[in-house]
């Protein structure tokens, strides 16, 4: 049966025409943001849309990572990075547009899910007790090596005595948000993570949080900024992130806004 | 359920697959029959892709994709965009991911092709070509159905090259199995569930095809 091998070929040369994605992305600005983000950004985009009819792709990483993958060429048109230094590294590069803008100041969360032996309230004060109990099983963060939220974990930590002994108990998240998937699933008594996180209703009733006081860590300065590459319908969604609605939106999911 | 990344998924895996097949065909015809220096190294270079850690592959692929290097420069020209973190670029490393998935069914499928048959068509006349399409492929097909079915599944699931080299760009290069991650990330463990069971039912669906043919071929042996 000679003909089999042949049909098999022709559907094969058929797919091969039909499936290649073209560029449907091309009328959709693709924005690459923190994964602190993850949330707010989802509700800010909403209302751009509702309000302009123009949808907007959202891609969410650590800032380390997005920062690099857009000096290798990703096709990014605007970037919501969780510090400075990530948009200035690009801005030095030439590969945005300017300086950019100062969006939100973020803040940490201890946060210990439901049935942990931490109680968040305690502080760190109350992680170093456990820690000296022995009854830390793993304890989550962010990759402080390229995740801002990470580096202010790491800061906190070292700055409470606790960074050494903690490193053997340490699961770092990819970013931000994986950190709060490993605090809150598992077998980890907690972990730091974003505050705009532990406010999304995906994750109220899964534990409970304290604020870590903001004098603990450098301040995590979130700062936009549009890239060479961009149309017009990212630029319009830069202008709109720092509108009434979206700074409204940022400020329930528990961002400082800078003046 | 992210269709766009199911759809980016299959376009992936049939891309790969048409690109590779025919290539594969040849190359594994040609280590079936001929005998040369360095075949061993050969052989074994075709393997890498095998035990290579994908982050190894990923690393070198991007540098290969930059448009520090030849091919990414001369690819930026032609195209006007990078081909890192593109679905050309995607295709691009899933082909060389999948060398050894084609090659080498496709090499054992045309071993087993006894030499005695060969023969036969070629004392009846037979030109070479004519003897590959008429007597050699038809033998080997179901080697060569299972490399394909072996390559697609494994583009589906390849998921450290695609992060690298593709980043996670929605309808371009977040493939099902990234999606699952970013997902999972996004506390959506729902949307990560159905679309892991999908990719389930797949990868078991094309190995019970590939046994299958498997059994047939060692049927016929």
């Keep these: ?259 | 359920m992210d269709w766009s990344a199911a759809y980016v998924s299959v376009a992936l895996g049939v891309t790969t697959v048409g690109l590779l097949l025919p290539a594969g065909i040849w190359a594994g015809h040609a280590l079936a029959r001929r005998h040369f220096r360095g075949k061993a190294i050969v052989e074994a270079a075709i393997a890498i892709p095998l035990i290579l850690p994908p982050t190894v592959l990923g690393f070198y692929l991007l540098h290969a994709f930059s448009t520090g290097s030849a091919l990414g420069a001369a690819f930026q020209q032609v195209m006007g965009h990078a081909l890192a973190f593109s679905f050309p670029g995607l295709v691009l490393a899933s082909a060389v991911a999948n060398i050894p998935f084609v090659v080498q069914p496709i090499q054992r499928a045309f071993e087993s092709v006894p030499a005695d048959v060969r023969e036969a068509a070629a004392c009846c006349g037979l030109t070479p070509w004519q003897r590959f399409v008429r007597i050699e492929a038809p033998l080997a097909w179901p080697g060569i159905l299972t490399a394909a079915i072996l390559a697609f599944a494994h583009t589906l699931g390849e998921f450290g090259v695609v992060l690298m080299v593709g980043g996670n760009i929605p309808g371009e290069t977040r493939t099902l199995s990234i999606a699952i991650y970013d997902r999972m990330q996004a506390f959506d463990d729902r949307g990560a569930a159905q679309m892991a069971a999908l990719l389930l039912v797949t990868v078991v669906a094309a190995l019970a095809v590939t046994m299958a043919l498997g059994q047939r071929v060692n049927r016929r042996g």
């Design chain 1, 1 to 259: 049966m000679p003909s089999l091998p042949r049909r098999v070929a022709q559907l094969l040369c058929l797919l091969l025409i039909v499936a290649v994605p073209g560029s449907a992305g091309a009328q959709k600005p693709v924005v690459a943001a923190a994964s602190d983000l993850s949330f707010a950004l989802i509700e800010i985009s909403e209302g751009f849309t509702r309000e302009t009819g123009q949808q907007v792709e959202l891609v969410f990483g650590s800032s380390g990572t997005l920062a690099r993958q857009i000096s290798d060429g990703a096709p990014f048109e605007l970037f919501l990075s969780a510090d400075e230094s990530f948009v200035q590294q690009l801005a030095t590069a030439g590969l945005t547009r300017d300086g950019g803008a100062l969006y939100a100041v973020g803040r940490i969360v201890l946060f210990a899910p439901v049935g942990s032996p931490m109680r968040p309230d305690d502080g760190l004060a109350g992680l170093r007790r456990l820690l000296a109990a022995g009854k830390v099983t793993r304890f989550a963060i962010a990759n402080p090596q390229h995740a801002p939220y990470g580096r202010a974990a790491e800061a906190a930590l070292r700055k409470a005595g606790l960074w050494a002994d903690l490193q053997p108990k340490l699961v770092l998240g990819d970013n931000v948000s994986q950190a709060a998937q490993f605090a809150t699933t598992g077998d980890a008594v907690g972990g730091i993570i974003a505050y705009s996180l532990v406010l999304a209703p995906t994750l109220t009733g899964r534990g409970t949080y304290a604020l870590i006081p903001d004098t603990d860590h450098p301040p995590l300065r979130q700062r936009m900024v549009v890239l060479k590459r961009a149309g017009p319908a990212a630029g319009r969604f830069y202008e709109y992130l720092q509108g009434a609605s979206a700074r409204g939106i940022f400020q329930r999911f528990g961002f400082v806004l800078p003046q």
